[in-house]
């Protein structure tokens, strides 16, 4: 895409590319959030965010969030702070986390605010204690141990992901999440570990 192209943006057309492998943990999320804009032809700029934004696409929201937190990109704070006092779940959690990358006091607000609401529901309060547990806030870890309990295997998938970023606290789940039912969540336990 040139600079002066303005990407059109349509769920129906989405593409969505798979998570390098190749990645450190604690990069992992922010390359894949510059991957997918990218693969919507959504440059890295403040201008290429605040389209994905305003784009009413959730994962362009969510993706644009985590680069803007990422990339310390101020110009789109508004939005962030808009997503973040919001009622969305994964671009609510991003956009509080960016704020918090950001240096915004709402950006840590919003991610323990997160941590209320019902993890069946809603995938961010999840997502935000592993958040939290990147800025070195533990509190969240409560969050992610009933998660591990679901009966539904995304909030199990999505809690096990999280355990990376609590160091030894989330070892004893981790290894509990060896023996989940779910053979993809124990290969991401196993991934985990391995690479602690």
């Given at each position: 895409?040139?600079?002066?192209?303005?990407?059109?943006?349509?769920?129906?057309?989405?593409?969505?590319?798979e998570p390098r492998a190749d990645v450190p943990l604690a990069d992992a999320e922010d390359v894949h959030a510059e991957d997918i804009l990218t693969a919507n032809g959504v440059p890295l700029t403040a201008q290429g965010l605040q389209l994905a934004l305003d784009s009413g696409i959730e994962l362009l929201q969510t993706a644009a969030?985590?680069?803007?937190?990422?990339?310390?990109?101020?110009?789109?704070?508004?939005?962030?702070?808009?997503?973040?006092?919001?009622?969305?779940?994964?671009?609510?959690?991003?956009?509080?986390?960016?704020?918090?990358?950001?240096?915004?006091?709402?950006?840590?607000?919003?991610?323990?605010?997160?941590?209320?609401?019902?993890?069946?529901?809603?995938?961010?309060?999840?997502?935000?204690?592993?958040?939290?547990?990147?800025?070195?806030?533990?509190?969240?870890?409560?969050?992610?141990?009933?998660?591990?309990?679901?009966?539904?295997?995304?909030?199990?998938?999505?809690?096990?992901?999280?355990?990376?970023?609590?160091?030894?606290?989330?070892?004893?789940?981790?290894?509990?999440?060896?023996?989940?039912?779910?053979?993809?969540?124990?290969?991401?336990?196993?991934?985990?570990?391995?690479?602690?």
């Amino acid at each position: 895409m040139d600079d002066g192209a303005v990407p059109r943006l349509s769920l129906e057309d989405l593409a969505l590319p798979e998570p390098r492998a190749d990645v450190p943990l604690a990069d992992a999320e922010d390359v894949h959030a510059e991957d997918i804009l990218t693969a919507n032809g959504v440059p890295l700029t403040a201008q290429g965010l605040q389209l994905a934004l305003d784009s009413g696409i959730e994962l362009l929201q969510t993706a644009a969030a985590r680069v803007a937190g990422a990339h310390g990109e101020t110009a789109v704070v508004d939005s962030l702070r808009a997503f973040a006092a919001g009622g969305g779940d994964t671009d609510r959690a991003a956009a509080a986390y960016a704020l918090a990358r950001l240096g915004e006091p709402q950006g840590v607000e919003a991610l323990i605010a997160c941590l209320d609401l019902p993890f069946e529901a809603y995938v961010a309060p999840v997502q935000a204690a592993g958040s939290l547990a990147r800025l070195g806030d533990m509190r969240g870890l409560g969050v992610v141990e009933r998660a591990l309990r679901s009966s539904n295997e995304l909030v199990r998938a999505v809690a096990t992901k999280q355990l990376g970023f609590f160091g030894e606290e989330g070892g004893p789940l981790l290894e509990r999440a060896l023996g989940d039912a779910d053979p993809e969540i124990v290969r991401q336990a196993r991934h985990l570990l391995d690479h602690a």
